[in-house]
């Protein structure tokens, strides 16, 4: 029992800190690529190639003054980023990495928890994100944020609802909610290729779930400056940050899970090519931020309703019947 | 019960990423659509055309680069256009030429800026970077002919300031060799995609009527669909030697002003090349002693030229008594220059006819009934300096 307790708690640890590592070099990453795109070199000043400029970032929100608007509402003020960042870490508990390995004499899992209603979690944590934009955009006392709160809330929900519609149709092929079964399912064949548009709509869906260009417009700096985080600075901005980025993570990893074949591969081993399928769909992320122009608000919504939800509706429909 | 409908007012600027400067728009929101909207302006007051009543002709030349200074060169070239009319004085020809390339490239180099942050503005961040390079080999181009890369003070009352340097044709045409595959490439990145014609196509409207009721010019009246270019209609500086088109859009869209802008580029790399290969040979100033300096060498044998030097350095340029208009096409519209002269060696007055800001007073009516999103970009497709608004 013990033994279980400490390997759990272990596995949290490691998660943690290569979670949050992960998220300080993604935005390295997405910086030095948009360099690239942008003929010019990206951050390069900070250690070997710019490789200590998350540290240094870092070392700089966190030591900024910890302030707060007048007339905020400090307590949601502060709730706000808190419950985004755990809600966005939280997702990680159910998520595979790989399959079963020998570590030290023991055989250990590359998952916190194999849940049987594994996806539910996931897509219920992204609804109670939506609480942290939404709360972080009201209690900041800025019409700015509270735009931006509203713009994001209404966003996220609907495009929920597709990239719900978009998964099921996996959970058809996979006949589980578990996302480890999911894999294991996946040995034959990727679902990518059994389920090709419920794949677009997933990805469409997920662009629009983690505010990525080109459906960034909770923050359209433009527009509303920066949306719902307009009023935050120092150390609750590093949350939104750090759960904004790691919902790009997480998008990859559920497009690498229910889509790609997870830690299935050839040759190399199993995790190695869950990071890769993750960094693939991360890097193709960013690339689109630096190739496409924002939509407006209305044919974010226009698309979302009047295009992704029905799509996938219909896919569901066609999938089922041909299951069954 | 009654519901009361409530509007949200916000204010967008003066520090605001897509107001292009210090613009302020009080904006009227009824949700997302804008109710009305009323901009605020003066927040970039320089008193350019005061300053300018308290110094000499030839002084004010490094004043007016600083009113529209993304295109300095058609401020300079109206400004001495205007006093030249004053002063009656023929240009010789190389320099008009000399001054027709430099507008040009400016035009190309301005344009670049308005589509770089038009880019921004709809979040393709990478298209600024782009444009920016390119634009970077204009003003390598302006440091070379006037040693500054803006506010470049190049051209003189009667002429220019010196000659082209050798190394400038190669680098020029070099430039314009490797210039339109760089467009094509941004239109192939921009023209054809779905996101940017939807954010552009039905977008800040302005009816024909409206452009020409608000004195509206330059490309955004262009896009309304009329032809008015001050380089045709009262071609000034031998642009009447020169083949190019006039393009002009159909539905006044935002989308026809960012066509009619991708062509006006096209167009002023034309000009430029027919410029250049005409180039006549020639002085690149006036000989009129009363107006330009004397040559070095002729001081130390003239001494004449020596009291020429020296009234025109103490004293500056002496126009008759007079009232004179002078207008040139800049890349924003028609900029003119109203000067009234005493006969002193200061201007009594001097109002400049800003493109920026008859194009401004259109913005309300473009945006009434769009979205709030809407707004940026119909700022960034009429393309104000708001140096050139507020002066």
């Known amino acids: 029992m013990t033994a279980v307790v400490v390997e759990a708690l272990l596995k949290s640890a490691v998660l943690l800190f290569v979670l949050l590592t992960a998220t300080a070099y993604e935005v390295l990453l997405e910086r030095k690529l948009l360099g690239r795109f942008q003929v010019r070199y990206g951050p390069n000043r900070v250690g070997p190639w710019g490789l200590l400029q998350p540290l240094a970032d870092g070392i700089k929100l966190l030591t900024k003054e910890d302030f707060a608007p007048a007339g905020a509402d400090r307590v949601v003020y502060v709730a706000a980023p808190v419950l985004l960042m755990t809600v966005a870490l939280f997702v990680y508990a159910v998520i595979p990495f790989g399959p079963e390995v020998e570590l030290f004499g023991r055989r250990v899992t590359l998952y916190l928890a194999d849940v049987n209603t594994a996806l539910l979690l996931v897509l219920g944590a992204s609804s109670l994100g939506v609480y942290g934009l939404i709360l972080g955009g009201w209690s900041s006392n800025s019409k700015y944020s509270l735009?931006?709160?509203?713009?994001s809330s209404a966003q996220v929900i609907s495009y929920e609802l597709s990239l719900a519609l978009a998964v099921l149709a996996v959970v058809l092929e996979a006949g589980s909610l578990s996302l480890v079964r999911i894999v294991q399912a996946q040995e034959q064949g990727w679902f990518v290729l059994r389920q090709p548009v419920a794949f677009l709509v997933f990805f469409l869906s997920a662009l629009a779930e983690t505010n990525r260009a080109p459906f960034d417009l909770p923050e359209a700096e433009q527009e509303l400056v920066a949306g719902y985080q307009t009023e935050y600075g120092g150390f609750k901005f590093v949350m939104f940050y750090i759960a904004e980025y790691l919902a790009m993570i997480t998008q990859g990893a559920l497009a690498a899970t229910l889509f790609l074949g997870g830690w299935h591969g050839p040759l190399l081993p199993p995790v190695v090519w869950f990071v890769l399928k993750v960094l693939l769909f991360v890097v193709v992320l960013i690339w689109i931020r630096a190739t496409v122009p924002r939509v407006r608000y209305d044919q974010l919504m226009g698309l979302g309703w009047k295009v992704l939800i029905p799509v996938a509706l219909l896919n569901l429909l066609v999938s089922a019947v041909l299951l069954l | 019960m009654t519901l009361a409908r409530e509007t949200l007012t916000i204010n967008m600027g003066p520090q605001h990423p897509s107001t292009h400067g210090v613009l302020r728009l009080v904006l009227e929101l009824e949700g997302e659509v804008i109710v009305s909207c009323q901009p605020v302006i003066g927040y970039l007051h320089t008193g350019i055309e005061k300053e300018m009543e308290n110094r000499t002709y030839h002084q004010n030349i490094a004043l007016v680069d600083r009113i529209e200074y993304l295109s300095s060169y058609h401020e300079e070239l109206a400004y001495c256009m205007a006093v030249e009319k004053?002063?009656?004085?023929?240009?010789?020809?190389?320099?008009?030429?000399?001054r027709v390339i430099l507008c040009e490239l400016n035009r190309i180099a301005s344009h670049l800026v308005w589509l770089g942050t038009t880019g921004i503005d709809l979040n393709v961040s990478s298209l600024l970077m782009y444009c920016f390079r390119d634009r970077e080999r204009i003003l390598e181009l302006s440091e070379m002919v006037s040693g500054q890369r803006m506010m470049p003070g190049y051209f003189r009352i009667g002429g220019v300031a010196a000659d082209l340097p050798e190394e400038f044709e190669p680098a020029a045409r070099q430039f314009l060799e490797e210039?339109?595959?760089?467009?094509?490439e941004y239109e192939a990145?921009?023209?054809?995609?779905?996101?940017?014609?939807?954010?552009h196509e039905g977008v800040a409207v302005l009816s024909r009527e409206d452009a020409l009721a608000y004195g509206v010019t330059g490309p955004t009246l262009r896009g309304s669909g009329i032809a008015y270019d001050v380089r045709k209609a009262f071609p000034y500086s031998s642009y009447d030697d020169f083949e190019f088109d006039v393009p002009t859009g159909e539905r006044g869209d935002a989308f026809d002003r960012y066509r009619v802008r991708m062509e006006e580029m096209r167009q002023s790399r034309r000009i430029v090349l027919q410029a250049l290969d005409r180039l006549p040979l020639g002085p690149v100033i006036t000989g009129?002693?009363?107006?330009?300096l004397p040559p070095r060498a002729e001081l130390v044998r003239s001494m004449e030229a020596v009291i020429h030097q020296f009234k025109l350095v103490s004293e500056g340029i002496h126009p008759p008594k007079g009232e004179v208009y002078a207008a040139v096409e800049s890349p924003r519209g028609e900029k003119g220059y109203y000067i009234v002269s005493d006969g002193s060696n200061r201007p009594v007055r001097v109002r400049v006819r800003a493109p920026s800001f008859s194009n401004l007073q259109a913005l309300p009516a473009m945006v009434r009934g769009g979205m709030l999103a809407d707004v940026v970009v119909a700022i960034a497709s009429i393309d104000i300096v708001l140096g050139d608004v507020d002066r």
């Open chain 2, 179 to 184: 210039f339109p595959r760089r467009l094509d």
């Open chain 2, 189 to 199: 990145m921009l023209t054809d995609n779905l996101i940017w014609r939807r954010r």
């Open chain 1, 147 to 151: 735009l931006g709160g509203l713009r």
């Open chain 2, 288 to 292: 009129d002693r009363k107006v330009a």
């Open chain 2, 86 to 98: 004053l002063l009656g004085v023929e240009v010789p020809k190389r320099a008009q030429y000399i």
